[in-house]
């Protein structure tokens, strides 16, 4: 195994450690050192990745971060709105399910939005763009309303400590039928001998 190979496997044990952490202690109680005496290697081997906790606490939340941008990257470019509407709620449901500790983290503690709003375009250029994708750039004062809403309670249930023993594939089908039916979108038809899907959602 490289040197390389090696330094990338400690840096996601490293990330992996440090959201744990953040989850059980918060991200503020959570110093460098705890981090480096639960994954068993010296501080120093810590500062070899990161210089300090907010570079640590910005490397947890990218991917989520950077894989958001490119569903609204591919939302905005579906040639019509109810296709662009289900292409950024579907997008948003998958990383709710993906990620759904550093969601949790983003419901219970101000640090972990401290460093989204540090990294990249920031937490309410994130939020204003999905809103533009799910109610149009000039929305009525109730459409926007309903996607705060929205938004909000998506990240909320589907961090929730109660929906942890659900399964990816139940908890996206529920949030994401959820989602629709706030927006106000058509229910989704099932395909013929199969379960309907987040795919099956032209209309």
Known sequence: MSDHTVAEDTRTRLLATA????????????????IADELGVTKAAVYYH?????????????????ELIARMDEAERQRTRGAQIDHALSGFVDLIVRYRSLIALFNSDPGIMRAID?????VENFAARMRTLLAGPDPELDAALTVNVLLAGLALAGGAPEQAQLDDETLRE???????????RP?????????SSVADTRA
């Not at 229910?187 to 379960?195: E, N, Q």
């Open 50 to 66: 990161f210089k300090t906790k907010d570079e640590i606490t910005e490397a947890v939340a990218a991917p989520a971060l950077q």
């Open 187 to 195: 229910k989704r038809r099932a395909r013929a001998g199969t379960r």
């Open 118 to 122: 540090r990294s990249l375009d920031g």
């Open 174 to 184: 529920h949030l994401f039928d959820i989602g629709r039916r706030m927006l106000g």
């Open 19 to 34: 959201l744990r952490l953040f989850s059980e202690h918060g991200v503020g109680a959570t110093s460098l050192q705890m």
